[in-house]
Nanobody
């Protein structure tokens, strides 16, 4: 079993920044892709960003490109999401996700493990 624990969420004003962290523990495979999804009230969960094991491949939803940066530290089994220039529409519960293998992409259907989620609220 794999556990994913997120941290770093909170309340921030529009234009501000937050950094989310997600630490993986348990029976992780030797290589795995990690990512972030989010779900706003009344909306479906959507992909935000992903990063391959090697870090060679990253992907972002169009609405966060240029504002969010995903990174990882494999020595710490941790993935980060640096969120800058936050907007009220970024308000959501953010979920960390893990996909087994060194994959270039990630989608809801390919996630093997989910974190419990962390709330991000951006006030206008």
């Amino acid at each position: 079993q794999v556990q994913l624990v997120e941290s770093g969420g909170g309340l921030v004003q529009a234009g501000g920044s937050l950094r989310l962290s997600c630490a993986a523990s348990g029976r992780t495979s030797s290589r795995y892709t990690m990512g972030w999804f989010r779900q706003a009230p009344g909306k479906e969960r959507e992909f935000v960003a992903s990063i391959s094991w090697s870090g060679s491949y990253t992907g972002y939803v169009d609405s966060v490109k240029g504002r969010f940066t995903i990174s990882r530290d494999n020595a710490k089994n941790t993935v980060y999401l640096q969120m800058n220039s936050l907007k009220p529409e970024d308000t959501a519960v953010y979920y960390c996700a893990l996909r087994t293998g060194n994959m270039a992409t990630m989608s809801i259907g390919t996630v093997d493990y989910w974190g419990q989620g962390t709330q991000v609220t951006v006030s206008s």
